[in-house]
């Protein structure tokens, strides 16, 4: 495959989490301008979160989702009214959330997010899942090293989520019903260190895309773990992927060191993502 590029969009700050809505439009937040950012194909608009905006995501009524590690929050913004909502900030234990990360949606509507707490020398970082119709966490994964991106494949039934200090990606069964995590595992070692994986998604054929943070690379790996092609990157830090759903830009990649949203339009739609 063709692994041609081009460059969408420049001088961001520090560029992450993009999705897209049902209307075709790109959003991504910028962490350290904390902004939400949306991109038509022409224009691009940016909305002030008071924050620190971390990992985005999209709902069924085009509303965005984001984690806010400042604010210890997962809150909502509404394009149509330009308005934000605190959703979650705090789990069933009564414990606040200290640096939620990124996040997902499962098949029934609940949210899956990462904790990533700080933990980069102690494994205080954990993976949640916020309940449908609920605003208190429950963590489902524990005494990880910088829990990072998610990604569901297996019709939603498995989860993989990265651990970006360990180098590491785990995958597990997804129990909707329960809420549960089980038969968590090492999927695959992913990185040299002492950064590693950062975002992830799923191909088509569940081949899992992974940008590895501070070496200028997407790593992909087959349904197996086993590494099977690498995308040299033109930047240093690729930040997160997600797939283009109506096809035309393909892989699309966040990079932190030069700012900048890159497309590879030969690599398909991905894996359907699921909505709230």
Not at 154 to 182: C, H, M, P, R
Request: hydrophobic share 35%.
């Amino acid at each position: 495959m063709k692994k041609e590029f081009k460059t969408l969009l420049s001088g961001l700050n520090f560029p992450e989490g993009p999705v897209f809505d049902f209307d075709g439009n790109l959003w991504f937040v910028e962490i350290k301008g904390g902004n939400l950012s949306r991109w038509d194909g022409k224009i691009l608009k940016r909305f002030d979160v008071s924050g620190t905006p971390n990992g985005a995501m999209v709902d069924k009524s085009g509303n965005i989702w984001f984690c806010d590690s400042e604010r210890s929050e997962i809150r909502v913004f509404y394009p149509k009214t330009n308005n934000f909502e605190t959703v979650c900030n705090s789990t069933i234990d009564g414990l606040r959330l200290k640096r939620p990360n990124d996040l997902i949606f499962d098949t029934a509507g609940n949210l899956l997010f990462s904790d990533h707490a700080d933990g980069r020398e102690k494994p205080e970082s954990t993976i949640c899942v916020l309940p449908n119709g609920s605003n208190k966490a429950k963590v489902i994964s524990s005494d990880k090293l910088f829990t990072n991106g998610l990604a569901l494949r297996n019709n939603g039934n498995t989860l993989v989520f990265a651990e970006t200090y360990k180098q590491q990606l785990w995958i597990a069964d997804w129990d909707t019903q329960n809420l549960e995590l089980k038969n968590e595992k090492l999927f695959t070692k992913a990185g040299s260190g002492p950064w590693g994986p950062d975002g992830i998604a799923f191909d088509e054929q569940e081949n899992l895309y992974a940008t590895i943070f501070n070496e200028s690379k997407i790593n992909i790996y087959s349904n197996d773990g086993k590494l099977i092609d690498s995308i040299d990157f033109i930047g240093n830090r690729p930040t997160s992927c997600a797939f283009d759903p109506f096809g035309k830009l393909g892989l699309i990649v966040a990079e932190a060191e030069r700012g900048e949203i890159i497309s590879f339009p030969n690599f398909g739609k991905g894996l359907s993502i699921y909505y709230k």
